[in-house]
């Protein structure tokens, strides 16, 4: 029997935004979403407590930036961000698999590419809405918390609002980046974590490297787009961060790189629940 290999892809385009949808509604109703709150939530209710108590603390705008751009690259992408991808795309798959439920989907008659690119564009949208704006709220919290002047000064005056909108877009371009690559492990990888623990390593340790093993992590090309560069330590190497018009289309074209494999994985996907 002869069978199409054209694309459809009004069709396809169908099939991601209806699984998208189902994936959504599921990911809502398991509160699947609460660790990813928690982890941008309770540093801004601390904060919150802070501000009601009045304790306010009057420091030069370029030293409150630096204090964000710390807690930025350090809190925010290297632990928030990266453990909350790895929870949310590694079990796209694998937690269909270890449900026993993967069957479903395969038998419906939908193709895999539509299955993958609908989770991921679910797992987007769910990190999005939670750490895009938790990243903005952080910003505007942490200048109060210096005083009206600080505020007024940074955001009116300053280049506030142009930082918080490229804090944002950096957190999402690590949406979009760690979770191509968590939702590849959890395709190729009988336990994520295992590969995901490696990925943590390399990126932590990646400002130890020389320049040349920098680049090879995503860590590197976001941390380069942040507004205020962070003081390292004696130990780090230094190097020249890569341009802006390298380093957003470098991690859009990795992220496009890592789905087109996990598509290919995708087409070839059987289930077996008796080995997992």
Known sequence: MNVSTTIDWGLLGRQVLRVARFEWLKMVSSRRWLGGVIAIGAPLVLMGIALIRGAA???PVSEVSTVYAVM????ILRLAIFFAAADTFSRLYRGEIMEKTLHYYLLSPVRREAILLGKYLAGILQMTVIFVPGVIV?????FMLSGRRAVESHFLAGDGV???ITYAGIAFLACVGYGAVFMLFGLVA?????P?????????????????FQKISIIHYLQSICPVPIPFGPLAVITEPTSPWVSVPGVL????????????????????????
């Open 190 to 194: 009988r336990n994520p974590f295992l």
């Open 138 to 142: 952080w910003h505007v919290m942490l």
């Open 72 to 75: 930025f690259q350090t809190y």
């Open 57 to 59: 603390d009057v420091s």
């Open 162 to 164: 142009s930082h918080a």
């Open 196 to 212: 995901a623990a490696l990925l943590l390593g390399w990126e932590s340790v990646n400002i130890f490297l020389p320049a040349a």
């Open 253 to 276: 074209l990795v992220t496009f790189a890592v789905l087109v494999l996990a598509t290919f994985r995708m087409r070839r996907a059987e289930v077996s629940y008796t080995n997992d």
